[in-house]
């Protein structure tokens, strides 16, 4: 499969403890992101990557969540101190960014927290 | 980035065509419209896009009028397998990636 790939697909974990997710992108992909998106509502923007560099976060973002890029390749997002607000889909796409592309985004199946 | 308004929810019988209206009136010369498509618990898949006028590929067809403040997806012939959630996106290619997807409209195909 060389789609874009998520693991864990579910975490369940405790208040106050950390998770960490990782992502997968289509190999020759340049462009990361990570999106969250929580129960009827539709993905919402947290940070994106350009090869290892992180070149914007939203200010959903908060000082709890860190995400990296190490070697421009696979990407983590890590929670620490989880609240139960916290608790949603969190979303990683890649793209290939070319010169006016279409910008399509290839979202992976995601990855379920849920904060006890 | 450019604010959509589009329907909640739609309710559709198979082989009948469903046409989904999203309202961007002000939408930036610059902007592209682009649609994308989620099942549960799958992320998004990009459906189409366009800028004006009519663009069709296997999938749907997007229909922009002269003056670009609304656009609509149109899916021909659904399926059961097409009950899913569409958002309708507007932004220019510095935004690609960033957009706010909104609530989307849910499509319910029944047989």
């Known amino acids: 499969d060389t789609g874009v790939s998520q693991d864990p697909r579910h975490k369940i974990t405790k208040r106050g403890q950390n998770v960490t997710f990782r992502c997968d992108p289509i190999?020759?992909?340049?462009?990361l992101y990570w999106y969250r998106q929580t129960l009827g509502q539709g993905p919402e923007f947290l940070t994106y990557?350009?090869?290892?560099?992180?070149?914007?976060k939203s200010r959903l973002l908060s000082d709890r969540f860190s995400a990296e890029r190490p070697k421009g390749s696979f990407s983590t997002l890590e929670i620490q101190r989880t609240e139960q607000g916290d608790s949603a889909m969190y979303l990683c796409?890649?793209?290939?960014?070319?010169?006016?592309?279409?910008?399509?985004?290839?979202f992976g199946e995601g990855s379920r927290l849920t904060v006890l | 980035l450019a604010k959509t308004t589009q329907p909640i929810s739609m309710d559709s019988y198979e082989g009948q065509e469903v046409n989904i209206t999203c309202s961007h009136n002000?939408?930036?010369?610059?902007?592209?419209i682009t649609w994308y498509q989620q099942f549960p618990s799958q992320g998004p898949r990009f459906i189409i896009q366009?800028?004006?006028t009519k663009v069709t590929n296997e999938v749907a067809s997007l229909f922009i009028p002269a003056d670009r403040k609304s656009s609509t997806l149109s899916l021909p012939r659904v399926s059961l397998s097409d009950t899913a959630v569409y958002y309708c996106?507007?932004?220019?290619?510095?935004?690609?990636?960033?957009?706010?997807f909104g609530a989307g409209t849910q499509v319910v195909v029944t047989p």
């Open positions: 796409a890649s793209s290939l960014a070319l010169q006016k592309d279409t910008g399509e985004l290839f």
């Open positions: 190999s020759e992909h340049n462009r």
């Open positions: 990557f350009q090869n290892e560099a992180q070149l914007e």
């Open positions: 002000n939408i930036a010369t610059n902007d592209y």
């Open positions: 366009g800028y004006k």
């Open positions: 996106l507007v932004g220019d290619y510095g935004s690609w990636g960033k957009l706010q």
